[in-house]
């Protein structure tokens, strides 16, 4: 159960949300506003104090790792930053390996705003790069080229950046195979520690989701699986390891706190749109910034769209998240959670699937293929929802 009193936790990652942009990508759902004159100077005051109100209330939480996302994070003035930070270290006890990642655009990682964050104890970047090709980011509405984006990449590293994502999309409409590998292959190139391919998603409500001509020219699935599965292997050839669905590092690369939120470990969300997730309670922010403003100036942190979630609500997310990743279930780690024995409960589909060679059970684990993992959905569903 949510206790009214607020929950207690030793240890959590933080999540900060910044959520403006230069302008808004035609295929972007997240929660994030273009930025208008003044807009950074009233969010920042109101992070800060929703910082220092979730201290007060849980003490000196110890925080493994902190992740800026957005919306654009690289927006930030360096002085903001500087004083996100100092807030962060003065309030809890960062761990003195946190990793502090933060997303970044390549048209707003300046020189400038790459030191300050350098220096400001940020270790990770991830660059938002979507596609090498030019044409591909004019369909997408991304607000830099190709050329852009490799330049960004390239001042990261200069900056001191040792540790590189790049995030690419595939899938777009009209979009080859080989037109795909074609990004892919430019961004191995720039050797980054870790890469992130995400297969397009049409949402309703963006332009290019309510754009029929750009769902008619999605490419056929055929052509989708093509790309996943070669995908892999490129990157595999290259020397990365694939530790999720859409997510590749090299050896000691992976996201720590991506991977924290999937193994199910707490998260405080800070900011506009982030969901916490403190033991059985999740809540999430307003997503707008002036509900989000009222709810911080009120002090009545942790009671928007607040639940408990349940024993089963906790196994079935568990089971979820964990075939999405390389690891796999472990399977007694799910009885104990849910109170079942998941190969006795669908034995007649694990059979299935293990005979399609979409599943393996190995040392009291269950991962998906590569190949189930481009139906990674359906066989989610098989398993976590009777
Ligand atoms: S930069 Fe990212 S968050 Fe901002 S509009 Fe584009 S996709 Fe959305």
Known sequence: MCADAPPTQPSASLYIHVPFCRAKCGYCAFFSEP????????????????????AARLGRLFVPTVFFGGGTPSLLPPEALARIMDALRSRFDLAPDAEISMEANPESASPDFLRAARAQGVNRLSLGVQSFRDEELALLGRPHTARQAWEAAT??????????????IWGLP?????????????AVE???????????TLEPGTPLGDDPEARNQLPPERELARMYIHTGELLEDAGYLQYEISNYARLGHACRHNQACWEGRDYLGLGPAATSTLGPCRWTNPED???????VRAQRIGLHQRET???EIRAQERLMLALRTAKGLDLAEYRSLSGQ?????????????????LIRIHQGRLRLTRTGMLVSNSIIRALGFD
């Open 35 to 54: 930025l208008r004159p003044g807009a950074l100077d009233a969010y920042l005051p109101l992070l800060l104090d929703e910082i220092g109100l979730w």
């Open 155 to 168: 001042r990261a590293r200069g900056a001191g950046f040792a540790n590189l994502g790049l995030d690419l």
């Open 174 to 186: 009209a979009q080859r195979e080989s037109q795909w590998l074609e990004s892919l292959r430019r």
């Open 190 to 200: 720039l050797a980054p520690e870790h890469l992130s391919c995400y297969g397009l």
């Open 289 to 295: 910034l002036r509900a989000w403003a009222e709810l």
């Open 309 to 311: 979630l349940s024993p």
């Open 341 to 357: 024995n998941l190969l006795t409960r669908h034995k007649a589909i694990i059979q299935a699937l293990r005979q399609k060679e």
